[in-house]
């Protein structure tokens, strides 16, 4: 699926939208609110696979919102809305990132349609068929994935996170943390680098 939950936020069309935007700049308070509900869940989605923490994503929902609503009248329609208020949430994020440090202990649970998923149990589940051993495996790699991902620079996560577990194009993520498609590129390919070689033991 194209952008995951990124592509699903477009429920009303870029015409519909530039006019809720416009009179939300003129202080509609019903428009700013239809705007909100347009892209809450995926904001939210966006927050917590990055973060990994329900806590933490809400408070960055929270502040986003609040940033869009005091800098909205700044808004000149020069990239999309969803762009703008992608690039508000992961700078949010990554400056949370950065603050925590990036814990070692990260969950691999994504939030989905169908509600939080952990990837890798749902894979060794599929694939162990009850073999000890092979659940053994898919804990330790589970457990060296999370370690990787705490070691990694919090924009190479990001990248990462945002291509993988989001479905982005990587123009789009170069879009949203405001450089370019081939720095996004350069960006993926360092993390990716790191997981192989760290995962080299499993693959």
């Known amino acids: 699926m194209e952008a995951g939950s990124y592509a699903s936020a477009r429920s009303i069309t870029a015409m519909d939208e530039a006019a809720l935007i416009r009179a939300a700049q003129a202080g509609d308070q019903d428009a700013f609110e239809r705007l909100v509900r347009t892209y809450d869940q995926s904001v939210l989605r966006l927050a917590m696979?990055?973060?990994?923490?329900?806590?933490?994503?809400?408070?960055?929902?929270?502040?986003?919102?609040?940033?869009?609503?005091?800098?909205?009248?700044?808004?000149?329609?020069?990239?999309?809305?969803?762009?703008?208020?992608?690039?508000?949430?992961?700078?949010?994020?990554?400056?949370?990132?950065?603050?925590?440090?990036?814990?070692?202990?990260?969950?691999?649970?994504?939030?989905?349609?169908?509600?939080?998923?952990?990837?890798?149990?749902?894979?060794?589940?599929?694939?162990?068929?009850?073999?000890?051993?092979?659940?053994?495996?898919?804990?330790?790699?589970?457990?060296?994935?999370?370690?990787?991902?705490?070691?990694?620079t919090a924009r190479e996560r990001m990248v990462f996170e945002m291509r993988h577990y989001q479905g982005m194009r990587l123009r789009a993520i170069g879009e949203v943390l405001g450089t370019t498609e081939e720095a996004a590129k350069n960006c993926l390919f360092r993390a990716t680098q790191k997981m192989r070689s760290a995962l080299g033991a499993f693959v």
């Open 49 to 152: 696979n990055l973060l990994r923490s329900p806590e933490d994503a809400y408070d960055i929902y929270q502040e986003a919102f609040l940033r869009v609503y005091k800098n909205l009248r700044n808004f000149r329609f020069d990239c999309s809305f969803h762009t703008w208020l992608y690039r508000i949430v992961t700078n949010l994020c990554l400056d949370h990132m950065r603050k925590r440090k990036v814990r070692r202990t990260e969950s691999t649970v994504v939030e989905t349609s169908s509600g939080p998923v952990d990837l890798l149990d749902s894979v060794a589940e599929e694939r162990a068929h009850g073999d000890p051993q092979r659940v053994l495996l898919s804990r330790e790699l589970k457990g060296k994935i999370e370690e990787t991902l705490g070691g990694m």
